[in-house]
């Protein structure tokens, strides 16, 4: 019984290390952001401000007219935009902004002899970091939202739970998303322009700005073979029981086939970018 314990313990010794280590990655995560929490205190007052001028432009929208438009009604428009911006408080990262600076000063040389997954280690960073989200942003903005708006409640219990895990995995597609772009920075770079591109084609075919339904046919179509509408517009959808219980689990199912989809490419991608390297700064 004892040597089976003895190997029974031994067998969990490696993943109890590698999950220690990504756990380190992610506090370092946590604890970087702290430098910056001033940026998370006015980022309350920004989203905000974000939601109260979508809430009078959607008051405007509906004034003429108390039906519904696309098949949204007036309380659940406005609850859309304002979940739409707690929601995005949370999944939002900066991973290729991070991999970007590393590049150009050099220290990605360091990230190339460490041995672990360097994918996995810019997600656990972006753990640690929406983790902080979570707390300093997340959660205030919620309060002060749910406080000043009409925000309608989940459409159940069980669409809350399914919302729940459409947020997560809006998190891990943005990360992934994110690590392409950053990987990109390797052959070209300089990747400004590239982030400015994807910040807005992410803002707008998410689905956060304005309901996809709203969109023309073709756009919806052309939105709906792409992955950017299941970071906001699938759990928005879910949350106010727009879907089904059995239809939310789909689109779910999707999400996350996106999510392991782009995950490979994005390794692929790595070890395709650092076949050849030059490295500057030190």
């Given at each position: 019984m004892t040597t089976a314990t003895h190997l029974l313990a031994a067998q969990k010794t490696p993943l109890r290390a590698t999950l220690a280590t990504y756990g380190?990655?992610?506090?370092?995560?946590?604890?970087?952001?702290?430098?910056?929490?001033?940026?998370?205190?006015?980022?309350?007052?920004?989203y905000l401000i974000n939601v109260t001028v979508y809430y009078f432009i959607w008051r405007a929208v509906?004034?003429?007219?108390?039906?519904?438009?696309a098949g949204f009604a007036l309380p659940q428009i406005l609850t859309y935009v304002s979940v739409g911006w707690i929601l995005r408080s949370f999944y939002w990262n900066t991973i290729d902004q991070e991999m970007a600076h590393e590049v150009i000063e050099g220290k990605i040389a360091m990230d190339l002899i460490k041995p672990?997954?360097?994918?996995?280690?810019w997600l656990s960073r972006a753990m640690g970091e929406s983790a902080f989200r979570?707390?300093?942003?997340?959660?205030?903005?919620?309060?002060?939202?749910?406080?000043?708006?009409?925000?309608?409640?989940?459409?159940?219990?069980?669409?809350?739970?399914?919302?729940?895990?459409?947020?997560?995995?809006?998190?891990f597609l943005m990360g992934a998303i994110n690590f392409m772009i950053g990987v990109c920075a390797i052959p070209l770079k300089s990747i400004?322009?590239?982030?400015?591109?994807?910040?807005w084609l992410i803002e707008l075919l998410s689905g956060l700005l304005i309901p996809l339904q709203f969109f023309p046919r073709p756009l919806q179509l052309l939105s709906s073979a792409l992955?950017?509408?299941?970071?906001?517009?699938?759990?928005?959808?879910?949350?106010?029981?727009?879907?089904?219980?059995?239809?939310?689990?789909?689109?779910?199912?999707?999400?996350?086939?996106?999510?392991?989809a782009l995950l490979g490419l994005g390794?692929?991608?790595?070890?395709?970018?650092?076949?050849?390297?030059?490295?500057?700064g030190g």
């Open positions: 380190e990655f992610a506090r370092i995560g946590f604890v970087n952001i702290l430098a910056f929490r001033l940026r998370y205190y006015t980022g309350i007052l920004t509906f004034s003429q007219s108390a039906a519904p438009i672990v997954s360097v994918q996995a280690m979570l707390i300093l942003l997340t959660a205030p903005v919620a309060v002060v939202i749910w406080l000043l708006f009409p925000v309608l409640a989940p459409a159940s219990a069980v669409h809350f739970l399914l919302f729940f895990l459409g947020a997560v995995g809006s998190f400004l322009a590239l982030i400015r591109a994807k910040f992955p950017f509408e299941h970071i906001a517009y699938t759990p928005l959808r879910i949350y106010l029981g727009l879907l089904t219980p059995a239809q939310s689990l789909r689109v779910i199912a999707l999400q996350y086939a996106w999510v392991v390794h692929l991608w790595w070890r395709r970018a650092t076949r050849k390297i030059t490295i500057h």
